[in-house]
T-cell receptor
Framework: SAVISQKPSRDICQRGTSLTIQCQVD?????MFWYRQQPGQSLTLIAT?????????ESGFVIDKFPISRPNLTFSTLTVSNMSPEDSSIYLC????????????FGQGTRLTVV | GNSVTQMEGPVTLSEEAFLTINCTYT??????LFWYVQYPGEGLQLLLK?????DKGSNKGFEATYRKETTSFHLEKGSVQVSDSAVYFC???????????FGTGTSLTVIP
């Protein structure tokens, strides 16, 4: 299994500002994923972050709004830029273990409120 | 494409009642299927999984069987406890096994 530490766990931010969320994994992983969980809704994949290359964004998400860094195999950041109240969500970091069986591990999430 | 349709909640049960949360899926190829649980204030945790047709995943008294003919993966538990109160997510992987697709989640509250 993988242990994922995500911070901050929650934040309240002013609209127009940016927040960077950090994700640290206790083992080296090739792929890290960032999800958004809007209130009362399911998880939506924002992007896949591979070490040493540009992140791959899903439809509806763009790099200018959600820039991602992946400087090494155990760490990634997601920035939510120029925030608006519609960005209020839980943001989750995830890693997938496909070495034996497919399985995903999740951080505890960052609960973001934009006011 | 890949998608998961999950029974909407919230669901409220008395302790020791029988639980079923329905989940059906649409997928290309042969996905693996999962149930994740999110306890209040915590992150998602894997509850159980099944990687091929007719497999039964089980954990903590919960069970789900991978039914390819009905494209379903319903979650069941014979006797729920107050500590089972959480949000349950059905999910599947795509062909590469990396990307996960989640249902909308079902909130379960068990009352004493």
């Amino acid at each position: 299994s993988a242990v994922i530490s995500q911070k901050p766990s929650r934040d309240i931010c002013q609209r127009g500002t940016s927040l960077t969320i950090q994700c640290q994994v206790d083992s080296q992983v090739t792929m890290m994923f960032w999800y958004r969980q809007q209130p009362g809704q399911s998880l939506t994949l924002i992007a896949t972050a591979n070490q040493g290359s540009e992140a791959t964004y899903e439809s509806g998400f763009v790099i200018d709004k959600f820039p991602i860094s992946r400087p090494n195999l155990t760490f990634s950041t997601l920035t939510v830029s120029n925030m608006s109240p519609e960005d209020s969500s839980i943001y989750l970091c995830s890693v997938a273990n496909t070495f034996r069986w497919p399985e995903a591990f999740f951080g505890q999430g960052t609960r973001l409120t934009v006011v | 494409g890949n998608s998961v349709t999950q029974m909407e909640g919230p669901v409220t049960l008395s302790e020791e009642a029988f639980l079923t949360i329905n989940c059906t899926y649409t997928a290309t190829g042969y996905p693996s299927l999962f149930w994740y649980v999110q306890y209040p204030g915590e992150g998602l945790q894997l509850l159980l999984k099944a990687t091929k047709a007719d497999d039964k995943g089980s954990n903590k008294g919960f069970e789900a069987t991978y039914r390819k003919e009905t494209t379903s993966f319903h979650l069941e538990k014979g006797s729920v406890q107050v500590s089972d109160s959480a949000v349950y997510f059905c999910a599947l992987t795509g062909a590469t096994g990396n990307q996960f697709y989640f249902g909308t989640g079902t909130s379960l509250t068990v009352i004493p």
